[in-house]
């Protein structure tokens, strides 16, 4: 299959904008690209010591785009200095794909688009549908010479919500998605089935979110995302959400709500999407703030 052939495979899927998305196929006719900067991005940082794409690097959500003492991502010259170690410019596609059905690939995807780099790619499937097609991995590290990467200021604005205006959204009635499990979503549960309790003192939810898992979102034999008419079936005809709508995501720390964005952004096309990366962990300690159970 030709690499116009794998783009096809996804345009046909009717996404609002495929070329944000590439197939396993894709990335392995593009391994020794110059041009493509692959870069795995998981949970667990064991992961990709154990065994990677070829010639993929490796961003740790916790050391390489957190800042390591305030609760925010990493600045301007922080993100400048990552690119640059990975040997990226702004003429390098980077191709992203890690563990969780792509959790964490989402989320380095919506970073990198606070610092405008759009020309960027999520490999559908991630580590699940590439190591079921039994396809090569490495636990070789590559080195690449360093770039001249240079970023603009972190823009928060268009694709970031805060507390306030998490706030604003619910007073106005506005959508909001809670992305998390049924049961952290009725406050049976302060986090994710088969993970330690961390952090939030209250269960629940922002009074008039609605309840739309992530996982809904994607194929569970393979870890790809759902094609555009069944994802349509789930957020506007099922949700009542419209591509117009202004709309927060949350979940507990903001990655799996990075998940739906990038579902709404770019595969149905919603014009306003933010993302509370605050999400319940903030939400669910703060004092004199309503929450809502079913």
Known sequence: MTADATLKEVADKGYAKPEFLVTTEWVAQHLKDPKVRIVESNEDPLVYPSGHIPGAVEIDWQRDLNDPVRRDYLQKSQFEALMRRAGVDKDTTVVLYGDKNNWWACYAFWILQLFGHTNARIMDGGRLKWTKEGRPTTKDVPSYPASNYTAPERDDKKLRAFRDQVLDHSAKKLP?????????????????????????????????????????????????????ADLKKIYQEEKGLKADDDVIAYCRIGERSSHTWFVLTNLLGFNKVRNYDGSWMEYGNLVNVPIEKP
């Open 176 to 228: 909001m998605v809670d992305v998390r499990s049924p049961e952290e979503y009725r406050g049976e549960r302060m986090h994710m089935p088969e993970y330690p309790n961390e952090g939030a003192l209250r269960g629940g939810h922002v009074p008039g979110a609605k309840s739309v898992p992530w996982a809904r979102a994607v194929n569970t034999e393979d870890g790809t995302f759902k094609n555009a």
